[in-house]
């Protein structure tokens, strides 16, 4: 079955400063591979989504993630967070057919950006 | 913006009581899927379905049924309410293979 791990389940830092959030899964064929986010007392959001071609994919408001097949990693970064990016970030895959086409999600970091 | 509504918002009610969690989406979605998310953790698929009168458990035990009778609607009942149920519910929905679900509000259940 897959899994998905997200190594820090909070993190915090100031304006300015640069993120990134780890996420690992565990399923050894074709993934479809995601970032979710949710700001205080809203519903998720898509952030941004690795389907093929290239492992670098670029979301909405400045986020980016990485795809490395072979650390089986899809980390998401952003250069200069803002505190508007407070939030809880999830990572989530989709094993495709094998798996039962479920969108399965890690345990979610909480990000605290300070003013 | 997606179009996925889940009803009630927030729902106390007491223990014994029969609940249904309403959950509708206007974009024609085949797929749906109601997931268990306690406060900072993480969510739980606990069920899905991939059309009318399709339903399948996820990977987490709940003692919650769902149907699906027709293809905008995805109600989650308990039968009888108990504190363990108390989470929040969430659902969502999405289209075709391999592509992003789209998420409701959810709905903050307390069984006291």
């Known amino acids: 079955a897959q899994s998905v791990s997200q190594h820090n389940h909070h993190v915090i830092l100031s304006e300015a400063a640069s993120l990134e959030l780890g996420c690992n899964y565990s399923y050894g064929g074709t993934v479809n591979l995601f970032w979710y986010v949710q700001y205080p007392g809203q519903h998720l959001q898509l952030l941004l989504k690795?389907?093929?071609?290239?492992?670098l994919v670029k979301g909405i408001k400045g986020f980016e993630a990485e795809f490395i097949k072979s650390k089986f990693s899809f980390n998401l970064r952003k250069p200069s967070v803002q505190w508007s990016d407070t939030a809880e970030y999830f990572c989530a895959v989709n094993a495709g057919k094998a798996a039962g086409n479920k969108l399965t999600f890690g345990g979610g970091t909480r990000v605290l950006v300070k003013p | 913006e997606a179009d996925i509504y889940q009803t009630p918002r927030y729902l106390v009610i007491g223990t014994g009581k029969k609940i249904t969690l309403e959950c509708s989406q206007t974009?024609?979605?085949?797929?749906m899927y109601w997931y268990q998310q306690d406060p900072g953790m993480e969510l739980h698929l606990i069920h899905y379905s991939y059309g009318v009168n399709s339903t399948e458990k996820g990977d987490l035990s709940s003692e919650s049924t769902v149907s699906r009778i027709r293809t905008e609607h995805f109600p989650l009942t308990l039968e009888s309410a108990r504190p363990s149920h108390t989470s929040q519910y969430l659902c969502?929905?999405?289209?075709?293979?391999?592509?992003?679900?789209?998420f409701g509000q959810g709905t903050r259940l307390t069984v006291v």
């Open positions: 969502a929905s999405s289209v075709g293979a391999n592509t992003e679900a789209f």
């Open positions: 974009m024609g979605h085949d797929k």
């Open positions: 690795y389907f093929s071609g290239d492992p």
